[in-house]
């Protein structure tokens, strides 16, 4: 089975703080993705990545980088946090072909 | 830009019986995938059903069913015989068959399922 493991479940953090969220799969997948949750928004596309040191941004990438030094690891990084990026933060990896496999998230709360 | 639109916010459904979720999309491509993810309250995103544009026959899974509607951009999700383990947030999603894998979703229904 594959597996997408999400560093955090549950973050805290104070406006202005620089915020890492880390995401690891173990299916050698090309791509990987971030993903925001919000309520009645659905999940909307931060950034993504086909490969190592590649990326590209999605609908809403403002606010955030990402970083993808190895293959099985894909970075999520908030500069400068600050209290409109409170969300659920979904990663998410694949092959070039469905389905995506997704983490369980990590509910995260600026404060 | 494609969107996906899922009109009901809140479904409920009595336990054994048949519940309908809808969802439509609009788009200009003709070659895609559609899917279904259900988001029980655990939060693991998990694949309940996928069409391909291109096939006419609609997909099963077991107790799931969809009813694609490719001229009306129509892509609604059947769950028949409902158990308490079907309540959940459910997402539609698109993809454009050679856009990288990525997904639009629309903004979910929650389903809850009354014993």
């Known amino acids: 089975d594959v597996k997408v493991t999400q560093s955090s479940r549950y973050l805290v953090k104070r406006t202005g703080e620089k915020v890492f969220l880390e995401c690891v799969q173990d299916?050698?997948?090309?791509?990987m993705f971030w993903y925001r949750q919000d309520p009645g928004l659905g999940l909307r596309l931060i950034y993504f990545s086909y490969d190592v040191k590649m990326k590209e941004k999605g609908d809403i990438p403002e606010g955030y980088s990402v970083s993808r030094e190895k293959k099985e690891r894909f970075s999520l990084i908030l500069e400068s946090a600050s209290t409109n990026q409170t969300s659920m933060y979904l990663c998410?990896?694949?092959?070039?072909?469905?389905?995506?496999?997704f983490g369980d998230g990590t509910r995260l709360s600026i404060l | 830009a494609q969107t996906v639109t899922q009109s009901q916010p809140e479904m409920s459904v009595q336990e054994a019986e048949t519940v309908t979720l809808s969802c439509t999309y609009d788009?200009?491509?003709?070659?895609?995938?559609l899917f279904w993810y259900k988001q029980p309250p655990s939060r693991q995103m998990i694949l309940v059903i996928r069409q391909e544009a291109y096939k006419q026959q609609n997909a099963t899974e077991n107790r799931f069913s969809v009813n694609f509607q490719k001229a009306a951009k129509s892509f609604s999700l059947k769950i028949s015989d409902s158990q308490l383990g079907d309540a959940a947030m459910y997402f539609c999603a698109y993809r454009i068959s050679n856009a990288g894998n990525m997904l639009t979703f629309g903004g979910g229904t929650r389903l809850m399922v009354k014993p």
């Open positions: 998410a990896s694949s092959l070039n072909r469905p389905p995506q496999h």
């Open positions: 788009t200009s491509e003709s070659d895609y995938y």
């Open positions: 299916m050698d997948h090309e791509n």
